[in-house]
C-alpha cells in the first residue's frame, strides 16, 4: 500500500452524489473512508465503511478514528451529506428544521473539527462541502429557505475556515451545484428540472466528481465555491 496514495472521508456515501464521488476517488487511488446511516460493509481493503448518523460527534469522531487507524492519516474531507426539503416558509414543521441543522450544519460541524485536528498534525489536508446554488439565486419555483440557511452558513464557514487556516496548510472549499441527475429526481421530472439552468439540462455526479479532483488538485485555490450548476448562479 503506497504512502503516496492520498485518504479521503467522504459524507452521505451510500448513493447519488456520495456513492458516485467514493467510486470516483478509488478509480484514482484514493483510499475512502465511506459513511452513511445505511452504507454496507465493503470488501475493499481500502474501502472503509462507516454507519451512523453524520448528525452526532460519536459517530464523527468513530469515521475520524476509523481513518486513522486504517490509514494513518486524513488528506481530504468531502462534507457531501445534506438533507433537501422544499416547502413553502409556513409550512415547514419544527421536526424539518432539526432534521436540516442537524445534518446539514452539525453534520459539518462535528466531523470537519475531527478531520482538521489529524490535518493539524500533518500540517496539510483539504475540506470541501457540497452546499447549493439556491444560496445564490432563490427560486420562487422551488421554497427552499432553510437549504439557503444551512448551506448559505456552510458557504460562509468555508470563507472563514480558509482564511484561518492559510498559513497551517490546509484548505477548504465549496462545490456549489445546480440540480444533480440522482435517484431523488425522478425521471418523470428531469425535463422540469433540466429547464431550470440556462444550459438546459441537468447535471451528471461525474461533473461534480471532476470539480472535487480539481479542487483538491488546485493547491493555490481556498475559500472557492466552485459552482456547477449549468450558469444558474450567474443569471437567466
Known amino acids: 500500500m503506497s504512502n503516496q496514495q492520498k485518504v479521503a472521508i467522504v459524507t452521505g456515501a451510500s448513493q447519488g452524489i456520495g456513492a458516485g464521488v467514493v467510486k470516483g476517488l478509488r478509480e484514482r487511488g484514493y483510499r475512502v473512508v465511506a459513511t452513511s446511516r445505511s452504507i454496507k460493509p465493503s470488501d475493499d481493503p481500502d474501502l472503509v465503511t462507516v454507519a451512523g448518523d453524520i448528525g452526532t460527534a460519536e459517530t464523527a469522531r468513530r469515521v475520524a478514528d476509523e481513518a486513522i487507524k486504517r490509514f494513518g492519516r486524513i488528506d481530504l474531507l468531502l462534507n457531501n451529506a445534506g438533507i433537501f426539503i422544499a416547502k413553502p416558509f409556513t409550512q415547514y414543521t419544527a421536526e424539518d428544521f432539526e432534521a436540516k441543522i442537524s445534518t446539514n450544519v452539525a453534520g459539518f460541524f462535528h466531523i470537519t473539527q475531527a478531520a482538521v485536528a489529524q490535518m493539524e498534525r500533518q500540517g496539510s489536508g483539504h475540506v470541501v462541502t457540497i452546499t447549493t446554488s439556491l444560496v445564490d439565486h432563490a427560486n420562487s419555483n422551488v421554497p427552499s429557505v432553510i437549504a439557503s440557511l444551512t448551506k448559505g452558513g456552510l458557504n460562509a464557514a468555508t470563507k472563514s475556515l480558509a482564511i484561518e487556516y492559510a498559513k497551517k ?61 449549468g450558469g444558474q448562479s450567474a443569471g437567466h
Do not use: Q
Open 169 to 229: 496548510g490546509i484548505r477548504f472549499n465549496a462545490i456549489s451545484p445546480g440540480i444533480i441527475k440522482t435517484p431523488m429526481h425522478d425521471v418523470s421530472t428531469h425535463e422540469w428540472l433540466a429547464a431550470l439552468h440556462p444550459v438546459g439540462r441537468i447535471g451528471e455526479v461525474s461533473e461534480i466528481v471532476d470539480a472535487l479532483l480539481y479542487l483538491d488538485a488546485a493547491n493555490f485555490v481556498t475559500g472557492e465555491i466552485l459552482h456547477v450548476d
